[in-house]
């Protein structure tokens, strides 16, 4: 697996073990030691993701987070000592994507680095470009988007990686401790949450909540998302 990964991490010595581990499985990696350093790096340096500390000199990681944010999709995971709830739902509701806390294994950690690459391989990666299209509907892996007719659907980052993991898996069920086993990954919440979420996006796609035509429950197996070939739902709700 190919990919560029920028660390920022204050500690040199973890930031070159993180470096070791990454690079034997052929990522290149570059690290900077503040916030700033990072943003300089990034004017000229295009990063497919980025392990962020939180305690870091002059501008923290959750400052670095939300400037970031503003103008890059790029997926970001922390790694931080700081493992208290409100500093994983600050860090996860800011916009990164994974928290993993101090200490940890190097090779867990390169792992979950490849998982995360490749769930958010973009056309650039691939040969052709990730669109999924069903109904008036186009999602854009890529952007990060959804659009109705080209017209945008605004998604919150857990709804869209929620449509992201129903449309990878379309046409095939899945039981709700599936996907929040892979899209909340059980940092927060419970299992419950997955129906609440399906409710926000039916509310923002189908046109009649109490017969979805798009995100269908299949009764004993879960919830999919309906293309051309997929199965007809007994009990839709």
């Known amino acids: 697996m190919q990919g560029n990964i ?35 790096l990034l004017k000229t340096w295009r990063a ?4 962020l500390d939180l305690n870091l000199p002059g501008m923290d990681g959750f400052e670095f987070l939300s400037v970031f944010r503003r103008e890059s999709r790029v997926p970001v995971m922390i790694v931080s000592a700081r493992d208290a709830d409100e500093d994983l739902i600050a860090g996860l509701g800011g916009g990164a994507d994974e928290f993993v806390t101090k200490p940890f294994s190097p090779k867990v950690l390169s792992a979950r680095v490849r998982a995360l690459l490749r ?11 990730r ?12 952007a990060c988007l959804l659009k109705k007719d080209g017209v945008k659907i605004p998604l919150t ?8 993991y129903l449309a990878e898996h379309a046409g095939k069920p899945s039981p709700p401790e599936d996907i929040y086993n892979e899209v909340w ?3 927060y919440g419970d299992v419950t949450t997955v129906a609440v979420h399906i409710q926000r996006l039916r509310k ?25 070939d997929a199965p007809s739902s007994s009990g839709k709700r």
């Open 119 to 129: 769930r958010v391989r973009t056309p650039q990666d691939a040969d052709e470009g």
């Open 185 to 187: 990954k059980g940092l």
């Open 131 to 142: 669109v999924f299209r069903f109904g008036p509907y186009t999602l854009d892996f890529e």
């Open 204 to 228: 923002k796609i189908e046109a009649n909540m109490a017969d979805p035509q798009f995100i269908q429950t299949m009764h004993g197996l879960g919830y999919f998302l309906k293309n051309d």
């Open 48 to 51: 497919d993701l980025v392990i």
């Open 157 to 164: 980052a857990k709804e869209f990686e929620l449509l992201s």
């Open 6 to 40: 920028l660390i920022i991490e204050d500690v040199a010595e973890l930031a070159s073990l993180i470096e070791l581990y990454l690079v034997k499985e052929g990522l290149l990696v570059r690290k900077a030691e503040s916030a700033e350093e990072a943003f300089a």
